[in-house]
C-alpha cells in the first residue's frame, strides 16, 4: 500500500493568498485527520471525518480555515485567507476502526506539508 | 479528561547508551490504547507500538521495549544500545476507541532525543 499521501510536500505563499493542501488517505480507512505541527503548540488535531462526514471540527482555529471530503480517497484542508501565523507543517493521517485487521485502530501518517505564509 | 505527560523535552546520549523516554497518561477510561511514535528529522510521523490497556505484558522489539504499568499509569519506552539514527522527537499518544471512543489521538508533548557518536 502506498500509504497516506499529501501533496504538496512544501508550499509557500504570501499573506492573503488561498491555500489548499490535498490528502489521499489509505485505501478502505474510514476516518481521516488533519492535524497542525508547530513549536509553540505541538500537534493539534484540527478536524477528522468519518466515512467521509465530519465529525468533529472543534480544533479548526478559525472560520478561514475548512476542510472537505468529497469520497473516499480524497481530503482538503483549506485556508483563505492566509495569514503568517499559520506557517506549520499540516498532517494527513487515515486509520481503519472496522473488522478484525492488526492495524485496527492505528493512524498512519501522511508525510506532512510544510506551509510558509510570508 | 484525557492528558498525556512527557517530562522529558530533551536528552542527550551517547552512542551505545541505553535510554528511556518515560510516558505517564490520565484517562478515566478502563479500556484504551496507548501508542509511541517517532518523527525523525525528516519529519514524517512513524508509528512504533500500539498497546492495549487490558494486556500489560512488556513487549520487546530488536533494541525497542516498552514497559506498561496501568498502577502507575505509565507506558515508558526504552532504546537499548542506542544509535545515531535513534536521533528523532518521539511521541506518546492515548486513545479511547476501545471504549467507543472516536479513535482520536491525544498526544503528549514529545521528547527530543539526540544520539551523539
Known amino acids: 500500500d502506498a500509504g497516506v499521501i499529501q501533496s504538496p510536500r512544501h508550499e509557500v505563499t504570501e499573506m492573503g493568498q488561498e491555500v489548499t493542501l490535498r490528502c489521499k488517505p489509505i485505501?478502505?480507512?474510514?476516518?481521516l485527520f488533519w492535524y497542525r505541527q508547530t513549536m509553540m503548540r505541538g500537534l493539534e488535531l484540527l478536524i477528522y471525518f468519518n466515512n467521509n462526514v465530519p465529525i468533529d471540527d472543534s480544533g479548526m482555529p478559525e472560520d478561514r480555515f475548512s476542510a472537505k471530503m468529497p469520497n473516499a480517497s480524497f481530503s482538503t484542508l483549506k485556508i483563505q485567507p492566509s495569514e503568517p501565523r499559520d506557517s506549520a507543517v499540516y498532517f494527513c493521517?487515515?486509520?481503519?476502526?472496522?473488522?478484525?485487521?492488526?492495524?485496527?485502530?492505528?493512524?498512519?501518517f501522511g508525510a506532512g506539508t510544510r506551509l510558509s505564509v510570508l | 479528561a484525557q492528558k498525556v505527560t512527557q517530562a522529558q523535552t530533551e536528552i542527550s546520549v551517547v552512542e551505545k547508551e541505553d535510554v528511556t523516554l518515560d510516558c505517564v497518561y490520565e484517562t478515566r477510561d478502563t479500556t484504551y490504547y496507548l501508542f509511541w511514535y517517532k518523527q525523525p528529522p525528516s519529519g514524517e510521523l512513524v508509528f512504533l507500538i500500539r498497546r492495549n490497556s487490558f494486556d500489560e505484558q512488556n513487549e520487546i522489539s530488536g533494541r525497542y521495549s516498552w514497559n506498561f504499568q496501568k498502577s502507575t499509569s505509565s507506558f515508558n519506552f526504552t532504546i537499548t544500545a542506542s544509535q545515531v539514527v535513534d536521533s528523532a522527537v518521539y511521541f506518546c499518544?492515548?486513545?479511547?476507541?476501545?471504549?467507543?471512543?472516536?479513535?482520536?489521538?491525544?498526544f503528549g508533548a514529545g521528547t527530543r532525543l539526540a544520539v551523539h557518536p
Open positions: 485505501s478502505g480507512h474510514d476516518y
Open positions: 493521517a487515515s486509520s481503519l476502526t472496522s473488522g478484525i485487521s492488526r492495524s485496527k485502530n492505528i493512524q498512519y
Open positions: 499518544a492515548l486513545s479511547d476507541a476501545i471504549s467507543g471512543g472516536d479513535n482520536k489521538l491525544i
